[in-house]
Structure formats: structure tokens, C-alpha cells
């Protein structure tokens, strides 16, 4: 259910400059005062005006509502805060960045020849058992790698 817009004004702001601002100094007598009343007593002896006590009396009833919302807050919704739970997948690998400079001679670098390919060896038995399979001998990045081939992301085998 969405949050109604607010149905009241305030009585007074405190900055702005407004014809409704009050100064520092008239806030820290108004404390003063109800201070001094509740110290002697006065704060109640007020709920018997006809006009006061009424205002008084709802004033109190807000109150205590906002100590139950604050209440509530506090120990049902913010509450212990439990233990921390398992960490999620590794997000997708983001685009890669700009290649940079081709070492001290940078971008205007002459590349030198291709070496002649080496023979290939004999192929290994077929692994057909996954449980059997090592990725910790896989490279740990893409660096170099071809299309298809596989790397080790952290414990998780990606294709290139």
C-alpha cells in the first residue's frame, strides 16, 4: 500500500527566514519553560484548562504512537541482524577495456615474423568421467587463449 501524501503543517520552522522561523534562542526558552513546568508539576495541572488540556491530551496520544513506530522499528524490522549469507555467482565478465601501447616502442612498432609452428603431439586418452576432470591446471586468464579454448575463472571453467 502506498504512503498517503502528509495531511499536516508544521507549527513553526526553525531555518528559512519565513514569517513561521523562530530563533535559536526562542526555542531554547520554550525548553526552558516546559522544563521548568514538567519539574513542577505544571505540565499536568495544564490538562485541567478547558482549552490546553484537549491539545495536551492528543499531543500525549501522538506521542506514544511515535514511541511504538520507533519501538517497532527498532525491534521488528531493524531488529539483530543475522548471519551473513552464502556469496552469490560471479556476475557476467564485463567489455573489455582499450588495448594499450605494444611495450617501449608503443603503437609505431614494427612486429616481427611468426615462428614456425611446432608439431603436434599425441592426442591423451578421451575423459569421459566430468567428476574426473582438473581445471586447476587451465590458465587463469584469457590472455593469449584462443576461441574455444578453456580457462580457470576463479574455480568456474569458461569457454573463450
Do not use: C, F
Request: no cysteine; hydrophobic share 35%.
Amino acid at each position: 500500500m502506498a504512503l498517503n501524501n502528509k495531511k499536516y503543517q508544521g507549527i513553526y520552522t526553525k531555518t528559512g527566514g519565513r514569517a513561521d522561523t523562530i530563533s535559536a534562542a526562542k526555542i531554547a526558552q520554550m525548553k526552558d519553560l516546559w522544563d521548568k513546568d514538567v519539574a513542577s508539576g505544571r505540565n499536568v495541572v495544564m490538562l485541567d484548562d478547558p482549552h490546553l488540556g484537549p491539545i495536551l491530551y492528543q499531543l500525549q496520544q501522538m506521542q506514544e504512537e511515535l514511541d511504538e513506530i520507533r519501538r517497532h522499528l527498532v525491534n521488528d524490522i531493524v531488529g539483530q541482524q543475522g548471519a551473513t549469507g552464502p556469496q552469490g555467482p560471479t556476475g557476467a565478465a564485463g567489455a573489455a577495456g582499450a588495448k594499450g601501447a605494444k611495450g617501449d616502442k608503443g603503437d609505431r612498432g614494427n612486429t616481427g615474423a611468426r615462428g614456425s609452428a611446432g608439431s603436434t603431439g599425441p592426442a591423451g586418452p578421451a575423459q569421459t568421467d566430468p567428476s574426473q576432470l582438473d581445471g586447476t591446471r587451465l590458465p587463469l586468464s584469457t590472455k593469449g587463449l584462443a576461441k574455444g579454448a578453456l580457462w580457470n575463472d576463479k574455480g568456474i571453467i569458461r569457454v573463450m
